[in-house]
């Protein structure tokens, strides 16, 4: 387990706005936490989770016009957040090794944000209101859903 905490900021002193004034950086995200649990029973099972936490990313507000409304990267997305698990079987057949395995990914299956429209700070919503609906719905906008694997492995 391993928890971060950053800070990052820059001067810009081309801005004529606010020389010399700092800005947080796009990548700022100020807290990252990680963990991993790991059991193996003798018997030949084992279960593997692995999750994280993560605050927002930073965005620049703006209006229906796509002006900055607020200072650059002033806003928050959403903090986000998984967990992945991972469960396996090892059993041997005369010569034959035979794992049978699962693993899941986005196993609360949480739809996290990965990104926003600047302008509502959402990441399913606009304020420009000549997007026809196909334009303002983006699907990569946010995280993969729940995905499960099954299967076996044989080996000598």
Do not use: C
Not at 14 to 41: E, G, S, V
Not at 68 to 80: A, L, V, W
Not at 117 to 122: A, I, K, Q, V, Y
């Amino acid at each position: 387990s391993d928890y971060h905490w950053y800070v990052a900021e820059w001067a810009n002193g081309y801005d004529w706005r606010d020389f010399n004034h700092t800005y947080t950086m796009p990548w700022d995200q100020t807290h990252n936490i990680n963990f991993r649990l790991n059991y193996i029973h003798r018997s030949g099972l084992g279960l593997s989770m692995i999750g994280n936490y993560g605050s927002g990313f930073p965005y620049t507000p703006e209006d229906a016009r796509a002006r900055p409304i607020d200072k650059q990267y002033s806003g928050r997305m959403p903090p986000t957040s998984n967990v992945d698990l991972k469960i396996y079987y090892d059993l041997k057949i005369k010569d034959l090794s035979i794992r049978l395995f699962g693993d899941i990914s986005n196993a609360m299956n949480k739809a996290n944000v990965l990104a926003v429209d600047n302008t509502t700070g959402e990441p399913d919503a606009t304020l420009d209101t000549g997007q026809p609906p196909m334009y303002v719905w983006k699907p990569y906008y946010f995280s993969p859903p729940r995905h499960i694997e099954i299967g076996i492995s044989v080996g000598h």
